[in-house]
């Protein structure tokens, strides 16, 4: 068995464009589907996923580590950067799709068995535009949010309530914040779990006042309290609040983790299986955390292909403790695949499922209606006209 063509299908879906990766083989009707999706980089990520074809065609799709390592490494620049990391990613979960429909199983199984009865998603409410951050009824329009999130089923949820901010700043960002969060604790209760995301905005400064000012409210966790290429400066938030800290969405490569997990930077690290180097990586990544005892839970924004490799992923690994879901970005979402899990509406839990490989088909009828658009744009600036971090 051979690779016959590796392709990328752009598809828009609003706030970024999904770019799912087909390998196809020499056997009739065998492929694999992948996930390469990286807002505002879709064209360059497209051309990488091109060039990574020239690589692997011709070869047999069963030997993924190895064709891991020729991607990675039959080039002068190794696969480090976000634009080939993603590439390669997607090729890479393309593959796993593969090997489980030669053997007839699911992915997890591949990997050693279910070690869960099933996988627990979370939702995200989203972030204000700057503009609206210190609107005196953006506490309520967070509540209602968060009560909308239960509603849905959801046990647990993420939100940016945490406003952009300048190196340093007065208190008034942390007073909002506060009042965010505080609304959404009142609207949800204990039993419900919260994490904030602050997307790596403050500075460290900042974020250890975000971090203090919001310990009293108990949540799951705090996630990128500062720049993720500040590891020393993260390990110090950690280390001054109990509450959980999250980080690594941005990070290619076991390498950066393994560093954060040396240093003791955080309770949860977030690969992102779309871009860190694909399922391959992803669990060198989960071996380390299973090593240094902490938590799991991808960073998972991106489109349906993205979500059936790591709910498979949760399955079979044993520090993974949450996926997050997006729902409800288009209206088509659920047009555009096949069902890849059941999903209990009531908790929102992911069940295993005896499909092959991931479980899930891409209906490329659907994906032609949505063809590639730009981006929408985010940019912050601040007060004074500088530029900030989205």
């Given amino acids: 068995m051979k690779i016959t063509a590796v392709e990328a299908h752009v598809c828009n879906a609003r706030m970024r464009n999904w770019v799912f990766v087909r390998v196809v083989t020499d056997e009739q009707g065998l492929h694999g589907w992948g996930e390469a999706t990286?807002?505002?980089?879709?064209?360059?990520?497209?051309?990488?996923?091109?060039?990574?074809?020239?690589?692997?065609?011709?070869?047999?799709?069963?030997?993924?580590?190895?064709?891991?390592?020729?991607?990675?490494?039959?080039?002068?620049?190794?696969?480090?950067?976000?634009?080939?990391?993603?590439?390669?990613?997607?090729?890479?979960?393309?593959?796993?799709?593969?090997?489980?429909?030669?053997?007839?199983?699911?992915?997890?199984?591949?990997?050693?068995?279910?070690?869960?009865?099933?996988?627990?998603?979370?939702?995200?409410?989203?972030?204000?535009?700057?503009?609206?951050?210190?609107?005196?009824?953006?506490?309520?329009?967070?509540?209602?949010?968060?009560?909308?999130?239960?509603?849905?089923?959801?046990?647990?949820?993420?939100?940016?309530?945490?406003?952009?901010?300048?190196?340093?700043?007065?208190?008034?960002?942390?007073?909002?914040?506060?009042?965010?969060?505080?609304?959404?604790?009142?609207?949800?209760?204990?039993?419900?779990?919260?994490?904030?995301?602050?997307?790596?905005?403050?500075?460290?400064?900042?974020?250890?006042?975000?971090?203090?000012a919001l310990e009293q409210f108990d949540l799951f966790w705090f996630e990128e309290p500062c720049w993720p290429e500040r590891p020393d400066d993260i390990a110090a938030i950690q280390r001054s609040v109990r509450t959980p800290i999250a980080t690594g969405e941005r990070l290619v490569g076991a390498a950066p983790f393994n560093e954060l997990l040396t240093k003791g930077a955080c309770s949860v690290i977030q690969p992102d299986i779309t871009h860190c180097g694909g399922l391959t990586e992803v669990r060198r990544i989960a071996a380390l955390a299973e090593i240094h005892r902490v938590a799991l839970a991808p960073h998972n924004p991106q489109g349906p292909v993205s979500t059936a490799a790591s709910i498979e992923l949760g399955l079979a690994t044993p520090s993974y403790i949450i996926c997050e879901a997006v729902t409800s970005d288009v209206p088509w979402r659920d047009e555009v695949a096949t069902t890849s899990h059941p999903i209990d509406p009531v908790g929102m839990l992911a069940r295993a499922t005896d499909k092959p490989g991931l479980g899930i088909e891409i209906d490329l009828d659907v994906v032609a209606k949505h063809p590639f658009e730009p981006e929408l744009p985010q940019q912050v600036f601040y007060a004074d006209g500088s530029v900030g971090d989205w």
């Avoid at 991607?71 to 620049?77: I, K």
């Avoid at 995200?124 to 953006?138: I, P, Q």
């Avoid at 779990?193 to 997307?199: E, N, P, Q, S």
């Fill in 38 to 212: 990286l807002e505002w980089h879709t064209r360059a990520v497209v051309g990488a996923v091109e060039d990574m074809a020239d690589l692997i065609v011709g070869e047999d799709p069963t030997r993924i580590e190895h064709l891991w390592q020729m991607m990675f490494r039959q080039h002068f620049w190794h696969g480090n950067g976000i634009v080939r990391g993603t590439a390669m990613s997607g090729v890479d979960i393309a593959l796993w799709d593969i090997l489980g429909k030669v053997h007839g199983v699911p992915c997890h199984k591949l990997w050693g068995g279910p070690v869960r009865d099933y996988v627990r998603l979370y939702g995200h409410l989203g972030g204000g535009k700057m503009e609206d951050f210190y609107e005196s009824d953006e506490p309520q329009r967070f509540g209602e949010l968060a009560a909308g999130m239960v509603e849905r089923g959801f046990t647990a949820f993420k939100s940016m309530a945490v406003p952009p901010t300048m190196p340093l700043e007065g208190l008034a960002p942390v007073r909002h914040a506060e009042r965010c969060v505080a609304a959404m604790r009142d609207a949800v209760g204990d039993e419900i779990d919260i994490m904030v995301d602050c997307h790596a905005r403050p500075s460290p400064r900042m974020g250890h006042l975000f971090a203090s």
